[in-house]
C-alpha cells in the first residue's frame, strides 16, 4: 500500500508561486497515475492535475497554463507547480495514486490518499 505525503505549502501574495511536492513510499510513482485534487472550504473537493508514467497528463480548465505537473522517478516524487496564483486557489491540496495508471479527473477512482497541505493566497 502507498504512502503519499505532501509538503509545500504556505502564505502567498495574488499572483505569486508555489511548488508543491508529494513523496511516495510503500510504492513507485510509475506504478500509478498520480493525482492533484483541492477542496476549499465551504466546498467540493476537485481535481486539479494528473500525470502518469508516459508523461500523459490532464488538468482541470480553472488552473490550465498556470500549474505544472510533474514527477521524478528517481525520487518517487510528484509536483504541483502553481504559478500566477489567485486567491480562488486558496485550499487544502490533496495528492492522490491510482492503481489504474491512466490520468483521471474521477475522484472516485483514485485508491490512495495524502493528508493534503495548505495554500493560501491572499488578496
Known amino acids: 500500500q502507498v504512502q503519499l505525503v505532501e509538503s509545500g505549502g504556505g502564505l502567498v501574495q495574488t499572483g505569486g508561486s508555489l511548488r508543491l511536492s508529494c513523496a511516495a513510499s510503500g510504492g513507485t510513482i510509475s506504478s500509478y497515475a498520480m493525482g492533484w485534487f483541492r477542496q476549499a472550504p465551504g466546498k467540493e473537493r476537485e481535481f486539479v492535475a494528473a500525470?502518469?508514467?508516459?508523461?500523459?497528463?490532464l488538468y482541470s480548465d480553472s488552473v490550465k497554463g498556470r500549474f505544472t505537473i510533474s514527477g521524478d522517478n528517481d525520487k518517487n516524487t510528484v509536483y504541483l507547480q502553481l504559478n500566477t496564483l489567485k486567491p480562488e486557489d486558496t485550499a487544502v491540496y490533496y495528492c492522490?495514486?491510482?492503481?489504474?495508471?491512466?490520468?483521471?479527473?474521477?475522484?472516485?477512482?483514485?485508491?490512495?490518499w495524502g493528508q493534503g497541505t495548505q495554500v493560501t493566497v491572499s488578496s
Open positions: 500525470i502518469n508514467w508516459r508523461y500523459n497528463s
Open positions: 492522490a495514486a491510482d492503481r489504474s495508471v491512466w490520468p483521471t479527473a474521477i475522484e472516485g477512482r483514485y485508491d490512495y
